[in-house]
């Protein structure tokens, strides 16, 4: 492993015990065969954490109100993202998926490479949310961001990077609530996704997503740290992933 993160993680368990970071260097050494094969793509999977891709998101406290802040005011996020998107088009980007590039597949973030961008005044409700009950559990790694899928649209299956952080869905705008037409399969189960409500799934499992309608669809796509880290650990992992990205 690369020095400074040897010296970091030294210095954190001098401070926080030798076992303090056990599952993270477990998740560094471990080999893949060690893994559900729905997560064979996967690059970083941290032992003790989600088994299986789709979450309750009701099972985790801490999450709790964030997603009852969310869904309470869904009404008014899709008000405003949708005046935005018909008023001021040119705010929303290409989405540039590691594996994915479609022109078909927009964005208009909150949070992007970790950093909340300097203009979302279009959507004061949602960074309203971002700045209260969401601020310590976006992952300072990833995004926070509208996803807009047009008509037509299928993502193809599909892990993301790790498992450490998970992925929180507000469904804000869907053209039709049958899976069949607009819907993503985790893990290989399918689902849809219900105006005004939350979904949540570990994203190092198999996915995909699909809008097979003729209207686009709209959901607030979150990348939270998985509630069950320690604090210690989400720092051991910010750095980790930081010097890794430095030497790729």
Not at 14 to 19: F, I, L, N, S, V
Not at 54 to 67: H, I, M, S, T, Y
Not at 196 to 223: I, P
Request: hydrophobic share 35%; proline share 6%.
């Amino acid at each position: 492993m690369l020095p400074e993160i040897d010296d970091k993680f030294a210095e954190l368990k001098q401070k926080y015990g030798a076992d303090s970071l056990n599952r993270v260097e477990a998740m560094m050494y471990a080999k893949p065969s060690e893994r559900d094969p729905l997560q064979e793509d996967a690059k970083w999977v941290m032992p003790g954490l989600s088994d299986g891709g789709w979450l309750d998101k009701n099972q985790f406290e801490g999450l709790k109100p964030v997603v009852a802040a969310l869904e309470s005011n869904s009404a008014k996020i899709k008000h405003e993202v949708l005046d935005m998107m018909n008023n001021q088009p040119d705010k929303m980007q290409q989405y540039d998926h590691y594996i994915v590039s479609n022109n078909e597949w927009q964005a208009y973030y909150l949070v992007k490479d970790g950093e909340p961008t300097a203009d979302t005044g279009e959507v004061p409700t949602t960074r309203g949310i971002l700045n209260n009950e969401l601020k310590d559990w976006i992952c300072p790694l990833l995004e926070m961001h509208f996803s807009v899928l047009a008509p037509g649209v299928t993502i193809p299956p599909h892990c993301d990077l790790w498992n450490f952080s998970i992925n929180l869905h507000l469904a804000i705008d869907i053209p039709n609530e049958k899976p069949s037409d607009c819907g993503i399969k985790v893990a290989g189960e399918t689902r849809g996704w219900t105006e005004g409500e939350c979904l949540l799934f570990d994203y190092s499992y198999q996915h995909e997503a699909w809008n097979k309608s003729d209207k686009t669809r709209v959901c607030l796509l979150m990348d939270v740290w998985h509630p069950d880290l320690t604090l210690v650990e989400r720092e051991a992992l910010t750095f980790f992933i930081t010097e890794i990205r430095k030497y790729m």
